[in-house]
Every structure is written in structure tokens, then in C-alpha cells.
């Protein structure tokens, strides 16, 4: 077994069911210094209690809980980070908070009096937010490796999510900012399939201003019996879950375990290289690992890397 003992790994949303197995498989190959973020101390301590009654580990695994990562709030994340011990910086840093939201209408977060649609903004604002924190106060070595966590929706998945499609600088900037008032219909998954799209624009753009990091876009594949339905309304969480079971059954989804072995794999580098998007085939859900981006062109436009860049300079105070 390769020597990990020496990288500290940093993960947020680590109460989360996929974060969670992925924390045990890391374990399991030695990584014994984790950083647990997540938004209550509470929920946090439950979820390493969790973890530590189902794996094996000895005397010097360092599991630590910082809670006060609430992605939809830049100032409780700043506090976070200085909370964290500065004596070493992170190896490793999956930014895996984030979540549907599910609602009849677009919801939105105010910044500095400006508006963000509210699924983008807890997606991928909050992991910037943490990335430029992190980078502030001296916490990354010199060839971290981050991994956003993606998802297929950023190139489409028939009959579930719509391909994402912005014709325009000007379009990408309507949609984030809520400001046309020809937006298309709110709908919850191809909001998710939207703020997957971005996250993949996000990475392309930071690993070519940071050449030194790896930072990699991944999706393990569509998998179910995940904590992302907890907060809708118990008829339509049994719809899902009804969903995804016949999708498991089908082998169109997978277990949180499997999901989780399969970022686990990623963050210790057996998977994917810097600036790449990786999920299932083209038309899959699940399946051998495949570069998204040619399956929607928009993510290969400079220009709105570019000015989605550009939008989130007012998170960098």
C-alpha cells in the first residue's frame, strides 16, 4: 500500500452519504489526516461516529470535525477556515457540498446586493469561496490536488435533465443573476444539470491559472440512496427513491458505497488529470470514465469561462 500517511485531505459536505464512504475508503488505503467540513458541529460528530464504527483504523488516524461550512453563506465560511489548524496545508480537497433545490420557482441568494440563482450559488460559489480562503490563509501545498465533484447533468441526461446551453457571455450572466425575464421554466434537475455545467467551466479555468495544482472535475455516476432528497416533501422523496430503486435495478445508478470508492480513486490521482471533466459516456449514466466536454460544446467556450470567472472576483475579499 502506497504511504499516505503524509497528505491531509480536506472535504466538504463530509456528512453527506458519498462523502461519507469516500472518507472510509480513504481511510482504508491510509490516509490517516482528514478534515471533515461540514455546516453543524452536530451532524458533523454523528457522521464521524458513523465512520469510525464501520472501519478499521489505528491509534494515529486524525479525523477532525470543523463545522460552519454553510455554502450558501461566503462570511460563515471565511470563520470556518480559520478554524482549521494552519501548522499544514492540504494535500488533497474535495469540494463535494452542494444540493438540488427543490422548489416551484428560482430561488436566489443576495451578495452585495447582487443576486446568484441559488442552486449555482451553493454548488460551486461556496466551493470557490473555500478554494479562495484556503489559498488566503496558506492551507494548499504547491501541487494540491482539488476535485470538484460533477455530475452528468452538465452535458444532459435524456429524459431526466436538459443539456445546458448558453448562446452568450450575456445569456450565462441572465441565468446566474436571475435578470431575463425569458428564463425557461424553473426545474430543479436541470438547475443541478446547470450548476454542474459551471463547476466544469470552473475547473477549466483554474487549472490553467493554477498549473502547478491538479484540479479535476468528476462524477463517480448516477447513484441513489444519497442524502439529497432529505429536505423534500415526504411524497415526492418516495417518488425518487421509487425512481432510483428501479434505476439500480436497471444498473443505471449505484450505491453511495460505490460512488464513494470511485472518488476515493480519484483524489489519490488514479483518475483523471488537471483541467479534465470526467464522468459516464455520452447517452449513460453510469459506465467506464469518459471526458465530458465534447458532449456539450459550451463547455469549451473561452469566453464564458472567461466572464463566469470574472463574476465571482466579488467572493474573493
Keep these: 500500500m502506497e504511504n499516505n500517511t503524509n497528505k491531509r485531505v480536506l472535504i466538504t459536505g463530509a456528512n453527506g452519504a458519498m462523502a461519507k464512504e469516500t472518507i472510509k475508503h480513504l ?10 467540513a461540514v455546516r453543524t458541529k452536530h451532524k458533523g460528530e454523528i457522521a464521524k461516529r458513523e465512520i469510525l464504527q464501520s472501519v478499521k483504523f489505528d491509534q494515529s488516524l486524525r479525523l477532525a470535525v ?25 494535500d488533497i480537497v474535495f469540494l463535494a457540498a452542494g444540493f438540488a433545490v427543490f422548489s416551484d420557482n428560482y430561488e436566489f441568494i443576495t451578495y452585495k446586493n447582487t443576486r446568484f440563482e441559488k442552486t449555482v450559488f451553493q454548488n460551486l460559489i461556496g466551493s470557490h469561496i473555500v478554494y479562495v480562503q484556503l489559498k488566503r490563509n496558506e492551507l494548499l501545498s504547491k501541487t ?6 460533477g455530475g452528468e447533468g ?3 441526461i ?6 445546458p446551453h448558453f448562446e452568450s457571455k450575456k445569456s450565462l450572466m441572465d441565468y446566474i443573476h436571475l435578470k431575463s425575464e425569458s428564463l425557461p ?27 502547478n495544482l491538479e484540479v479535476v472535475w468528476f462524477s463517480p455516476g448516477l447513484t441513489s440512496g444519497s442524502s439529497g432528497l432529505k429536505n423534500l416533501p415526504k411524497v415526492k422523496q418516495t417518488v425518487f427513491k421509487l425512481m432510483f430503486g428501479m434505476m439500480n435495478f436497471l444498473g443505471k445508478s449505484q450505491s453511495p458505497q ?9 483524489l ?19 459506465g467506464g470514465y469518459t471526458e465530458q466536454t465534447p458532449m456539450n460544446s459550451d463547455l469549451e467556450k473561452i469566453e464564458l469561462r472567461e466572464i463566469l470567472w470574472n463574476s465571482l472576483t466579488i467572493f474573493n475579499a
Design 258 to 266: 460505490k460512488g464513494g470508492e470511485k472518488y476515493a480513486d480519484c
Design 185 to 211: 421554466k424553473y426545474n430543479p434537475m436541470n438547475a443541478i444539470g446547470v450548476s454542474k455545467f459551471v463547476g466544469g467551466l470552473w475547473v477549466k479555468k483554474l487549472a490553467e491559472i493554477e498549473p
Design 27 to 36: 481511510i482504508k488505503h491510509g490516509y490517516n489526516n482528514i478534515v471533515m
Design 144 to 149: 494540491a490536488r482539488i476535485v470538484m465533484a
Design 268 to 286: 489519490m490521482g488514479n483518475i483523471g488529470k488537471s483541467g479534465e471533466l470526467i464522468g459516464a459516456p455520452e447517452g449513460k449514466t453510469l
Design 66 to 90: 470543523i463545522d460552519g461550512f454553510d455554502m450558501n453563506h461566503p462570511e460563515e465560511i471565511r470563520k470556518a477556515v480559520q478554524k482549521i489548524d494552519k501548522t499544514e496545508p492540504f
Design 158 to 163: 435524456s429524459g431526466m435533465i436538459k443539456k
Design 154 to 156: 452538465a452535458r444532459g
